[in-house]
């Protein structure tokens, strides 16, 4: 007797908390991924980008020790605008 195999679907929904949440006007923060796709660049040009290196972005950490990073919307905006020096004061 022989068996026959049917095909695994492969899903590309996510599942658990890093689902991506959908960009609304009511969303105040983005994460460092997001950030990176809204400005199109790469990761490590992001972290560049943060105030400890000389960066307009400035990192907000929802716990003191917290590993995940976040940024103000407004500020990614107004570095995609090319408006540095605005993002750089809020």
């Known amino acids: ?12 929904t996510r599942r658990g908390p890093n689902k991506p949440k ?11 991924n997001e950030a990176r796709e809204m400005l199109g660049c790469c990761l490590h040009t992001v972290k560049r980008l943060e105030e400890r290196f000389g960066g307009p972005l400035k990192v907000i950490r929802l716990t003191p020790n917290a590993r995940v990073v976040f940024y103000r919307i407004e500020q990614i905006n107004a570095l995609i605008e090319g408006e540095v020096s605005e993002a750089a004061a809020a």
């Open 1 to 12: 007797m022989s068996t026959k195999q049917t095909p695994i679907k492969k899903t590309l």
């Open 22 to 32: 959908q960009m609304t006007e009511a969303r105040k923060l983005v994460s460092r």
